[in-house]
């Protein structure tokens, strides 16, 4: 029983079909994986086993009673925890929605339950998606399965780490400015930020709404691509959703063909800053890009140096606004000021506001309300968007010569708990080769690159495409993965040190 939950997403969809398992005994399966690892990975804020069962359950029925069903009908899924989900908790990591359960599902939510995917539960993350390491969460950190001592990335480090983990085989997970990346590349596992409106925001609770995009995770490049086609596609429901079909991404997984392909390495995204052993894997990457028949050539992308920047204006500006709802009387808990008889509603917001966020949020909203304030508009937040057109600008140029750019998606490995929490602004590097993608709205794919030489941690190679180019990834993507999977004589993955309680 064990061994299930080491399969792929796509061999649970076609054993399922074949009826050779059930969606109950996958279901289960994860379920006691998580029971046993959860004491040492808290990857997961809030695990639904009866309701998962139950859609497990129904599914079997419907097969049983052959029914048409969805391909991907009984494989089970966790859900970061800023995504709505009607009778589950939502959270976003922080004390401000503690207990609060909300009455709908956001559309992607809609979308797996009308697949017949049991919902495992609500992940991990750093407070309303702002951070790199989870260590912002209000409900205490996620570990890395590849050591426990270390941060499995941010925000969406409870979805990787679950991933990793083998306690799901797929999860959802958002990126703003790397969240669904960057914890991928530091736990050995695949991550997808579709285009931007490739994937509804209905019911994400919103960090920044002109970068925020939900996608996939997994551990494969065909399974990350599957679960993007579970989740696309147009939706009334969210003003800048694309109407468009999704493009082919299973397809393109499937194929693996780079034949004839352009990969541009981006100048500013690699070398200098990144660590050696993600350096070293990148190279080794693209070598491997280039004997499986693609081209390589190189790219010049000279305001990237100016992104990190213009999103540190950027995202906490809208944050700032997009937080205000959290006001003791909309949304959340209310707290009332001690020691004040009959207290203004100012009052009650303020000490609400005080007790309800974290530390980083605070700081964020601060930046946000400063770059917004009136006398410094034009000069921070106008600035920022000015810089994200160049960035765009560069992309489009970039993307004449290319047809997908690459670059290391994180410059270091998994780094250890505590050593960046004092120092925001290293904190913030972290996304330095994530954060382009979501200025301009493009889709980004990060992929296991191999384990660092100096550490041997796992490190991840990134690849961007352009707007709605999203099946691009994916072929880049699965014919890197053949390759090095051929290499490592396996999955990254199966070269994880075992965690304490394994075999429980
Ligand atoms: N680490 C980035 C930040 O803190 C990314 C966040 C995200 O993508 N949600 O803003």
């Known amino acids: 029983m064990r061994e299930l939950v080491r399969w792929s997403a796509a061999t649970m969809a076609d054993a399922l079909a074949r009826r050779e398992v059930s969606s109950v005994e996958l279901t289960q399966a994860h379920l006691d994986r998580i029971a046993a690892l959860e004491p040492q990975v808290h990857a997961f804020l809030h695990v639904d086993a009866e309701g998962a ?8 029925e419907q097969r049983a009673a052959g029914a048409d069903l969805h391909v991907m009908a009984g494989v089970p899924i966790a859900v970061k925890d800023v995504v709505t989900t009607a009778g589950l908790p939502t959270t976003c990591g922080s004390r401000m929605l503690e207990g609060w359960v ?12 009308a697949a017949g995917m049991p919902i495992l539960g609500k992940t991990n993350m750093d407070e309303f998606a702002m951070g790199s390491s989870t260590e912002h969460s209000a409900y205490g950190p996620t570990r890395n399965p590849w050591d426990l001592g270390r941060i499995p990335g941010g925000s969406g480090g409870g979805s990787a780490a679950a991933v990793a983990a083998f306690e799901a085989p797929l ?9 669904i990346r960057q914890p991928a590349a530091v736990t050995g596992t695949v991550g997808t930020k579709p285009t931007y409106g ?13 970068l925020d995009q939900a996608g996939p995770c997994a551990r ?3 399974d990350t691509a599957l679960l993007h086609a579970v989740i696309g596609g147009y939706d009334p429901r969210d003003s800048t959703s694309i109407q468009a079909p999704v493009p082919p991404v299973v397809g393109a997984a499937q194929r693996a063909d780079v034949s004839g392909m352009r990969i541009g390495v981006v100048r500013q995204l690699s070398g200098e800053g990144y660590q050696a052993g993600v350096q070293a894997n990148f190279e080794a990457a693209v070598a491997l890009l280039v004997e499986a028949g693609a081209q ?19 995202l906490p500006s809208e944050a700032s606004s997009n937080l205000a709802k959290f006001d003791a009387m909309r949304y959340g808990i209310r707290v009332l000021p001690e020691g004040v008889a009959d207290p203004s509603a100012e009052q009650v917001m303020a000490a609400t506001r005080e007790a309800g966020f974290g530390p980083e949020v605070k ?19 106008g600035q920022a968007q000015k810089v994200r057109r160049l960035i765009a600008q560069d992309f489009d140029r970039a993307f004449e010569v290319a047809d997908v750019l690459v670059s290391p998606t994180a410059p270091t490995t998994a780094f250890e708990f505590g050593s960046k929490l004092d120092d925001p602004l290293s904190m913030y590097l972290n ?18 690159s191999g384990l660092a030489d100096e550490d041997g941690l796992p490190t991840g190679v990134q690849i961007l495409a352009p707007a709605m180019g999203d099946d691009r990834l994916y072929a880049a993507g699965a014919a890197l993965e053949r390759a090095l999977t051929a290499r490592w004589g396996g999955h990254l993955l199966d070269r994880a040190p075992a965690l304490p309680r394994e075999d429980q």
């Open 53 to 60: 069962l139950a859609q497990a359950k129904a599914v079997d």
């Open 102 to 113: 909300p009455p709908y599902d956001a559309t992607l939510v809609t979308k797996l339950r």
């Open 171 to 179: 999860a959802i997970g958002t990126d703003t400015g790397g969240s």
């Open 198 to 210: 490739g994937v509804s925001r209905y019911g994400l609770v919103a960090l920044a709404s002109s």
């Open 220 to 222: 494969t490049a065909l």
């Open 296 to 314: 390589v050539v190189e790219v010049d992308c000279p305001s990237f140096a100016y992104a990190l920047s213009a999103y540190y204006l950027i």
């Open 363 to 381: 700081r964020r909203i601060i930046l946000g309300t400063y770059a917004l304030s009136s006398g410094y508009y034009d000069a921070y937040y």
């Open 431 to 448: 996304d330095v080769a994530t954060i382009p993608a979501n200025l301009a709205g493009l889709p980004g794919m990060s992929l296991p």
